[in-house]
């Protein structure tokens, strides 16, 4: 409606409730299969529904927000970044209750990055390649600081393995990642309130009819 009608009290107050809800989507899934950055504990099937629902309706919603907003508008970036933290947690649920769930999400958060990473080069999308490239660093972090303390000596060798093949598959990325491709965003798809922005623009000034003179 705040991008429609050009209300730009509207738009502000729609994202702030949307990202809002986003924080609170992003905690439950973050503490549903345990501790943040702890031992993952295994979720029921009620629990793993309840999650994947949840998670599938507000990365979709989130994700149609941000992809129909202007490309080098805020709400954009803070839209489908906030779509992305709800994917990465609920692989987080959904692998949590097998065995050596630690080291699976960390493979499928480097899985994901990399896609991330492939799309946002194959479309010239800055902001989609540096949410991936951010994960698969994320998840480097993680696999060193985190995995290796809680997985066997098997597995250790495995995540090394992965964490080798997944930089190289990053560097190989990585002139196209520092040189960038300028995004041509079409027209109305700018920073203004129309059906491309964000609806946060104030409202273009309304053109001065100029008086005639008395003469006429």
Known sequence: LGRRDRQRDVALV????????AAVLALFLAFAPGFPFGRLEPVTGVQLLNATLAAALGAVALGAVGFTSGRETAARAFHLTAAHVVVVLWLRVLL????NGT????????VYGI??????????????RGIGL????VTVAKVLLVDLSQVPALSRILLFMGLGALLLVVSYFVPSLLKGRPSDAPAGDGRDGGPGGDGLAPPPPIPQVPERDAAD
């Open 96 to 99: 949590g209750g097998v065995d």
């Open 115 to 128: 896609a991330l990473v492939v799309v946002g080069l194959r479309l010239g999308d800055d902001l989609v």
């Open 134 to 137: 951010g994960t698969v660093l």
């Open 14 to 21: 729609g994202h702030a409730v949307a990202l809002g809800a």
């Open 103 to 110: 080291a699976l999400t960390s493979g499928a958060w480097g």
